[in-house]
């Protein structure tokens, strides 16, 4: 298993080029949605395995894509 990533760089390339997922407005604002509802159990599921810490990086990441780089759509 590769290692978290550490910046906002390592996050991007993992999540555009590695999973191939384009950081849309719409998959930014519902990750920063889904990440931020301590209800949701996959959520609750991240919390667990990776730390509290790295969900506030993963969703301050999610909200710099979102003011920054996310296409419109």
Request: some cysteine; charged content about 25%.
């Amino acid at each position: 298993m590769a290692a978290l990533p550490e910046t906002y760089a390592e996050w991007k390339q993992c999540i555009e080029v590695d999973c191939g997922i384009p950081l849309t407005t719409s998959f930014c604002e519902q990750r920063i949605q889904a990440l931020n509802d301590a209800q949701d159990p996959h959520t609750a599921t991240f919390r667990d395995k990776y730390g509290d810490a790295h969900l506030a990086r993963v969703i301050e990441w999610f909200e710099r894509a979102l003011r920054s780089d996310a296409a419109t759509g």
